[in-house]
């Protein structure tokens, strides 16, 4: 999964958008400062799914867990 990656947080109070922000960019600048490149590492903007019930969170750890097969 070199173009992608999955998280499965819990973000009380809001605010995924930032961290979401600040988590990209310090990944980034330290895979182009390591590998003397410039620009982004990801296409497009982060998605997020809220998750309602233990069914709906253990089917997405499933598919977090399985998605690299």
Same mark, same amino acid.
């Given at each position: =999964?070199?173009?992608? !990656?999955? $998280?499965?947080?819990? #973000?009380?109070?809001?605010?995924?958008? %930032?961290? =979401?922000?600040? $988590?990209?960019?310090? !990944?980034?600048?330290?895979?182009? @400062?390591? #590998?003397?490149?410039?620009?982004?590492?990801?296409?497009?903007?982060?998605?997020?799914?809220? &998750? @309602?019930? @233990? %069914?709906? $969170? &253990? %089917?997405?750890? %499933? !598919?977090?867990?399985?998605?690299?097969?």
């Amino acid at each position: =999964m070199g173009n992608h !990656y999955h $998280l499965v947080v819990r #973000a009380n109070g809001g605010g995924i958008s %930032a961290g =979401m922000q600040q $988590l990209s960019s310090s !990944y980034t600048r330290t895979v182009n @400062d390591r #590998a003397e490149r410039v620009g982004p590492l990801f296409r497009g903007r982060f998605t997020s799914v809220t &998750i @309602d019930s @233990d %069914a709906q $969170l &253990i %089917a997405t750890v %499933a !598919y977090v867990h399985r998605n690299p097969i």
